[in-house]
């Protein structure tokens, strides 16, 4: 585990000594059991990297555009009014789950009752709560899809993959199933932290509100903060191509080692008091989307949702009261770390 943050950045440009060329095997744990197919363009180095990125970045920058972000918005708010309209709101399941299915319509240009489906696969798109593999059902939503797109193109995600070529050849089918398979389960359960976790800290610290209402360009800025303390993705995987030394580690060729996000986010040597959320930090030179080559592609798509949603609890909400709370813990043999909530109930109240 690569863990301080200058390591963490330098390692993160470093594809000849720590390749993302790894089916599978970037995310940790690793995925072999729940997937046949590498994720694009994360599992791939320069420079295909930067060719098999461009052809979808177009989608992921609709989150910049001002009537995506309305729209976008616009959900958010009728999400918070259905949940001060009621005595009590699970959070993770029943607010973020359907606000994350519904905003990535907008990015992907679907309609946004195929956010149905997404909000019906659960919190996670690979297993259940009981851990169960469920990967066949994305793998098979995607193919219908792109079935579907061959047959009725239009200006979605998943017809412009149809239409895409890759160094003068059309894309092939298990490519277009890379791109959709990382889109539906890369920024799921990192986004379902991020607001679960932004919920869970304003209710159990309530002046917050008060800081971010009394200057709301400070929201930005507090964005920032709660990625950083957050970090919904702990760390992701490399592989050393070649027998190599990692900090005084022996790593054998094939191995993987661990660039650590979030460890680099509470970097003392970077951040002064990094276990305080200081909505006001500057600088905040946090990795929570990554660095260099791979930052993430949904990062302008998770700055706009909390954005959007800090706002909006400005304007529309006094109070905030935990009824119920379940950490999500990730459990390894050498940490145990929280990130976002299992389970959240609140009570919110209107200004």
Known sequence: MILRHEDVRRAAKDYSTYSSDAPCRVPIPSEEDVRSMRQLPLEIDPPEHAEYR??????????????????????????????????????VREFALPVQSRALTHLLNVPEAEAETWISWGTHVFRDGEGKQKGAALEAYLQAQFDLALAHPGDDFFSALTRSTFRGRPLTREEMMGFGNLTFAGGRDTILSSISGVIGYIARNPDALEFLRADPKRIIGASEEFFRAITPLTHIARVCPSHSDVHGATVAAGQRVSLGWASANYDETVFD???????????????????GTHLCLGAPHARLIVRSLLKLLCERVDTITVLHATEHLENEARYQRAVGFESLTVAFTSV
């Open 54 to 91: 461009e052809l979808v970045e177009p989608f992921f920058r609709r989150a910049k555009e001002p009537a995506v972000a309305a729209k976008v918005e616009a959900l958010i708010a009728d999400a918070l009014d259905d949940a001060l309209c009621r005595e009590s709101i699970e959070v």
């Open 273 to 291: 008091q990094p276990n305080e959320v200081r909505l006001d930090r500057k600088p905040n030179p946090h990795v929570a989307f990554g660095f």
